[in-house]
């Protein structure tokens, strides 16, 4: 949870407060309730029916339990899809597009495959294997030409031993929407993030992994105001610091 985005939830008479993952790929707000048994490990006592005065049952036929999303031809095995996918069509490295990166490696295929999210509910961003290596490869060959030691950390691919004089050889990242004017940019303290290690020190570590599909994630989204228009199916955003949404506090 280090880097995603928490909402607090206020619920029943005493006011019972429960931190919920932010998570833009569904509209399904839920938490865990007894009896279930819990999958999720959370700080706060599960949700208690019994004990709440205004709980009730929602009939499956009510208005709140249709489908929110465009049905799937009759015979699939999914009933659903998402729509909420981005038209993601290239990367690039300081200034420098990656030729190596085409716009099919970020297709959409029917049944779930393939595609670009942007999820705050996904700490660190995923980008289809394919490409994830056309981005790491240029990285560590201009950080190994200056004598930077790589080091292997649990969960990450790229990762260097942390210097003085590395800072001066970092990159900032940009993705390519369909719009040329999409593009929003990743800066280094974004793209890389530091693993500190009992037995080799302080870590640098490229904050994507690959995957089989593309997730940009909360880490790279931080200093970006995103808007969701539902209504028409489009994503805006802008560079914002997030200082501005912040008060002082007395």
Same mark, same amino acid.
């Given at each position: 949870?280090?880097?995603?985005?928490?909402?607090?939830?206020?619920?029943?008479?005493?006011?019972?407060?429960?931190?919920?993952?932010?998570?833009?790929?569904?509209?399904?707000?839920?938490?865990?309730?007894?009896?279930?048994?819990?999958?999720?490990?959370?700080?706060?006592?599960?949700?208690?029916?019994?004990?709440?005065?205004?709980?009730?049952?929602?009939?499956?036929?009510?208005?709140?339990?249709?489908?929110?999303?465009?049905?799937?031809?009759?015979?699939?095995?999914?009933?659903?899809?998402?729509?909420?996918?981005?038209?993601?069509?290239?990367?690039?490295?300081?200034?420098?597009?990656?030729?190596?990166?085409?716009?099919?490696?970020?297709?959409?295929?029917?049944?779930?495959?393939?595609?670009?999210?942007?999820?705050?509910?996904?700490?660190?961003?995923?980008?289809?294997?394919?490409?994830?290596?056309?981005?790491?490869?240029?990285?560590?060959?201009?950080?190994?030409?200056?004598?930077?030691?790589?080091?292997?950390?649990?969960?990450?691919?790229?990762?260097?031993?942390?210097?003085?004089?590395?800072?001066?050889?970092?990159?900032?990242?940009?993705?390519?929407?369909?719009?040329?004017?999409?593009?929003?940019?990743?800066?280094?303290? %974004?793209?890389? *993030?530091?693993?500190?290690?009992? +037995?080799?020190? #302080?870590? @640098?570590?490229?904050?994507?992994? =690959?995957?089989?599909?593309?997730?940009?994630?909360?880490?790279? %989204?931080?200093? *970006?105001?995103?808007?969701?228009? +539902?209504?028409? #199916?489009? @994503?805006?955003?802008?560079?914002? =610091?997030?200082?501005?949404?912040?008060?002082?506090?007395?």
């Amino acid at each position: 949870m280090a880097f995603s985005v928490v909402v607090g939830l206020g619920s029943g008479t005493g006011r019972h407060d429960y931190n919920l993952k932010l998570n833009a790929l569904g509209s399904l707000m839920w938490l865990q309730c007894k009896p279930c048994n819990a999958k999720q490990p959370q700080c706060a006592p599960m949700f208690e029916p019994k004990a709440s005065s205004t709980f009730q049952q929602v009939a499956g036929t009510s208005q709140i339990c249709h489908l929110p999303y465009p049905m799937e031809p009759a015979g699939s095995s999914a009933p659903y899809t998402y729509p909420y996918y981005v038209s993601l069509m290239g990367i690039s490295l300081d200034a420098n597009r990656l030729t190596g990166i085409r716009q099919e490696m970020f297709a959409w295929r029917r049944g779930g495959q393939g595609g670009c999210m942007v999820d705050p509910g996904t700490p660190l961003t995923v980008l289809v294997r394919e490409a994830y290596h056309v981005v790491e490869e240029p990285m560590w060959g201009d950080l190994q030409r200056n004598r930077t030691e790589r080091m292997q950390r649990q969960g990450y691919g790229l990762c260097v031993r942390k210097t003085t004089e590395i800072k001066w050889h970092l990159w900032y990242l940009s993705f390519h929407f369909t719009e040329e004017k999409a593009r929003p940019v990743v800066m280094p303290e %974004q793209l890389f *993030t530091m693993v500190e290690g009992k +037995l080799h020190g #302080a870590t @640098l570590c490229l904050a994507m992994s =690959p995957g089989e599909w593309t997730v940009i994630g909360a880490l790279q %989204q931080v200093d *970006t105001r995103f808007v969701y228009d +539902l209504k028409d #199916a489009k @994503l805006s955003f802008v560079s914002e =610091p997030c200082s501005q949404d912040t008060a002082g506090v007395d």
